[in-house]
């Protein structure tokens, strides 16, 4: 090897330096830039498309792009009640960009049902409650009964003769009928459905008496005349269907059965990112053609603060476990 006088050799070693460098700080900038791509946010529906459930997150997805420069992108993960789209979700990574937005089942209900959860719903971090449905008393037209009083007296005089169908065993629908007979002391016949949808064609049908289900899904057979809806289990009665009594009016103060649409985040993700995500619903809610679209499908958006919705979840979640320990209600 040549020998280098000192200077000239500082001077390529100087180079040398300065090229390592270089490198080291283009590579830094590239690991920087890639960290710092951002995530689309994924709102995970824990049921199929085309409900209730899907619908409204994917009307929120519309307007909330704009703060998310990757997009706002709604995937189904149905399955065994909620609960595989819940998992995937509660164990996600806790950056804000894997979000559930679920109905009752997952966040407060599923729990109380089912012996053994591969997630624990009580950790789960409240951003908002998006919109709440209530349920409605749904009546087949081939019940002679016309309203809430004479229905209630034609069970009592039937008892266990009078059929009632549900979107499945431990499903909303199923546990606010138990709730509605413990509250009346009355005994129906329980016929599970895989979903609404069957479960509506055999109300209209007469093949079942009754159902308990979400005015969004019954209120456009209602108005129809295919069936009759005797009652609304909320507070107040619903803008969409202003005529109908509430179970309160009828001297039933405390049957109210409402389902909610949550967003829930996984442990441990951050304050501030669920104020980001909060913020930008907040905001899709508050436009009107949002409002005008959440009410067509018999929804009234909420838009209520994580601590809330936490409040909220929490007191739903201890409602529903009476009433499924009291009906002896459980799943596999």
Known sequence: MPHLPKDRFMTSLQRSARACLAALMTLCMVSSGLAQTPKPLKLIVPFPAGGTADVLPRLLAEKMRAQFPAGVVVEN??????NIGAEFVYRAEPDGSTVLASP????????H???????????????????TVPNVLAV???????????????LKANPGKVSYASQGNGSTSHLTASMFMQL????MIHVPYKGTAPALVDLMAGTVDVFFDNLSSSMQ????GKLRIFAVADDQRSKALP?????????LPTMNAV???????????????????????????????????FAEQGAEPRGWSPEQTSKFVRDESEKWHTVIKSSNVSLD
């Open 221 to 224: 057979f209602h108005l129809a």
């Open 184 to 187: 009346t002391g009355t005994e």
């Open 243 to 251: 005529q109908v009594l509430t179970f309160a009016e009828q001297k």
């Open 140 to 154: 087949s037209p081939k019940v002679p009964a016309k309203n809430l009083a004479e229905l209630i007296a034609y």
């Open 77 to 82: 993960k149905a399955g065994a009640g909620g």
């Open 104 to 111: 009752p089942g997952p966040v407060a209900i599923n729990h």
């Open 259 to 293: 389902t909610f649409f949550s967003l829930m985040a996984p442990p441990g993700t951050s304050a501030a990112m669920i104020s980001t995500i909060y913020k930008s619903v907040s905001e899709a809610l508050a436009h009107p053609e949002i409002r005008q679209k």
């Open 113 to 131: 049902l089912y012996k053994k959860l591969s997630f624990d719903p009580t950790r789960w971090q409240a951003i908002t409650v998006m919109a």
